[in-house]
């Protein structure tokens, strides 16, 4: 690879390799192309889910509010707004906060395709034994027959933290043994938290890369066991498209209209690109080009930015120009991008961005300070969007949207925090301050 032609070819890759803040819009965004997806299988994972429902209230009590559906709120957070404004830059238009942070089961947007592949696979096998059929009621599943039959698979993961987590609460509630294989970036809480639900964590002193790497080779020896691969799932790819059917009834209540007079603007922080991509691919079923998608990564781990703007997808990773991956925001601490993520957004996707570690902690201690919401570190990576955006004038004018910024919803999606324990949040908002 020529790093030298690429960095000449694109001011932002060898801006990047500086660690440099960079902001890109996607000039293929918008281009017509086929996508290995569409709505019927986004629905298709959504009826799965409501048939899981009655089961997930019963193993989750939580979730009995919501008929075992495990959803976010979406908050209008007016007091933030002013402070971003007063922080990046002003905007127009409304903000509001999709809080996948307080997904009940897992705490974070990993709740969404992490729970939805082990459901699917476990649906598989109880169904392949002859013990369960689409009209039951699938609260059976609690029963020990069930966690005998799944006592017989294993499913394992590779994970920086939060994929670990969904993954194990469910796979061990269910009765299926589970591996978690931890990156270094992981933190030590989350460890914890799983070996006492029973998961086997096996820690890697290397990157999230090494593994997934580690994780699939053990499965592949094992026929027993599924494999929960973060880097090619279309199962955790379509869980997590889900999200997009689901908030229509939130606009409704908040009164935010999309269509063309009234542009919706979604920033998701990115890690290798499955949780975004997913939810940014519905976004686009739903609300077609008047949703407007842009990701936000770590300066020292911006893979699927690179991967976007070089159009190398997964052949090229972040060390390649220099760069570490090394990150606090643990769950974005991905070196390479995914290739399913990257082929479906290379048309989807109007832009991304790349923050500094040290500029999340005051977002997220202003964000506790104004709205009272706690949300992890790698959560605020997308926070600088809106401001970023509305500065890109030039932009804004091309796709016709300069003047429909008044009317604007601008969503951050934010995407962990709720299983922080209270004294690692403590520090994390002190350290905003
Ligand atoms: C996993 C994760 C992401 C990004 O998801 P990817 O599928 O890795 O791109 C963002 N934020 C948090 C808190 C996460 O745990």
Known sequence: MDIKKLKTAHREVAEMAECKEIFWTNPKSGNEKDLPFNMEDICEAQERLKRFAPYIAKAFPETEPSGGIIESELNEIPGMKKELEKMCGSFGGRLFLKCDSHLPVSGSIKARGGIYEVLKFAEKVAMEAGMLKETDDYSILTE?????????????????????????????????????????????????????????????????QKAVAEGRKEAAADPFCHFVDDEASQDLFLGYSVAALRIGKQFEKLGITVDEEHPLFVYIPCGVGGAPGGVAFGLKEVYGENAHIFFAEPTHAPCMTMSMITGLKNEIAVSDIGLDGRTEADGLAVGRASVLVSDVMETLLDGCYTIEDKRLYPFLS????????????????????????????????????????????????????????????????????
């Open 366 to 433: 202003r964000l506790a300070d104004t709205e009272n919401i706690f949300i992890e570190p790698s959560s605020c990576a997308s926070f600088p969007g809106p401001s970023l955006v509305a500065a890109d004038t030039k932009w804004l004018e091309a796709k016709g949207l300069a003047d429909k910024m008044k009317n604007a919803s601008h969503i951050l999606w934010a995407t962990g925090g709720s299983m922080v324990p209270e004294d690692e949040m403590k520090s994390y908002y002190e350290r905003g301050k």
């Open 144 to 208: 020990p027959r069930f966690r005998e039959l799944f006592g017989r698979y294993s499913v394992a993961v590779g994970s920086t933290g939060n994929l670990g987590l969904s993954i194990g609460i469910i796979s061990a509630k269910l009765g299926f043994k589970v591996t978690v294989h931890m990156s270094a970036d992981a933190r030590q809480w989350k460890k914890d938290l799983l070996r006492s639900k029973g998961v086997m964590v096996v820690e890697y002193p290397d990157d999230y």
